[in-house]
């Protein structure tokens, strides 16, 4: 069986990352955007981050320009999300999330839960919450907001 800890992602101030690093933890993955009208949610799941990393939550933020809201370069995305929204939360490398060329993390949570387009990521800021044990518990819309679904990550925190 797949879980997160087969993958590796590149971080957004470069190296790889071994996914593994994160077993153990409930990892909430967002495919994140620092132009989008969505982009505010930086706010809340930075504020998730810090109230339940405790516990054993861990954010993993994946800038993605799949849907042309992202800026150019790696510099400029951590500049804003840090400025901005205070981000402290792991962030990578820009992806895509759909396509051809669409990161095989994303391949894999699609895979696992499919959404309203199926297979594809339908917007900025898709939340896949993934359980200690690696699998993937559920798929969130762009709409949600980590505060509304932060009675779904304590709960995976408490199993």
């Not at 150019?72 to 400025?83: G, K, L, Q, S, T």
């Amino acid at each position: 069986m797949t879980t997160l800890s087969d993958f590796q992602a590149e971080a957004l101030t470069g190296g790889e990352v071994d996914l593994a690093d994160y077993e153990g933890k409930v990892v909430l993955v967002v495919n994140t955007a620092s132009q989008c009208g969505l982009t505010p949610q930086f706010e809340g799941l930075e504020q998730l981050y810090r109230d339940l990393a405790p516990e054993g939550l861990v954010v993993l933020g994946f800038p993605s320009d799949s849907f042309n809201q992202e800026l150019d370069e790696a510099e400029a995305i951590a500049d804003a999300c840090e400025r901005n929204y205070g981000v402290s939360f792991p962030m990578f490398a820009k992806v895509a999330v759909n396509g051809s060329d669409t990161h095989p993390v994303f391949q894999w949570l699609k895979e696992e839960k499919k959404g309203l387009l199926g297979g594809a990521v339908k917007w900025n800021f898709t939340k896949f919450l993934i359980g200690r044990d690696g699998t993937v518990i559920e798929r969130f819309a762009p709409t949600t907001t980590p505060e509304q679904l932060r009675g779904d990550v304590e709960q995976a925190l408490a199993a």
